[in-house]
């Protein structure tokens, strides 16, 4: 029975938030990108397009672009070499 009551009384005691309670009671930024990435109205689409609308976002796209296209000259390189039986090592 008192292991009960102590129980109940332990139980009552809030959280303790160390760490968390930062990112917890941090300010919501939804409102200033909903409205970033709504300018423009009902034109958005290729001219316009949602992920080149932030800051570092034209950055970010040119660096994945470059990735991208590089890895297509390297395998389409393979493919040429592979095809006419060049650039083996002996």
Do not use: C
């Not at 129980?7 to 760490?19: D, H, M, N, P, S």
């Not at 990112?23 to 300018?39: G, P, Q, T």
């Amino acid at each position: 029975m008192f292991v009960s009551r102590s129980a109940r009384l332990v139980a009552r005691v809030g959280q303790r938030r160390t760490f968390v309670d930062g990112l917890v009671s941090k300010n919501s930024k939804v409102e200033e990108m909903r409205k970033i990435h709504n300018a423009g109205g009902v034109t958005q689409g290729a001219p316009n397009p949602t992920y080149l609308k932030q800051n570092g976002d034209m950055a970010s796209f040119a660096v994945g672009m470059g990735l991208i296209t590089f890895a297509l000259l390297k395998l389409s390189n393979g493919y040429w070499n592979m095809a006419h039986g060049t650039g083996k090592l002996d």
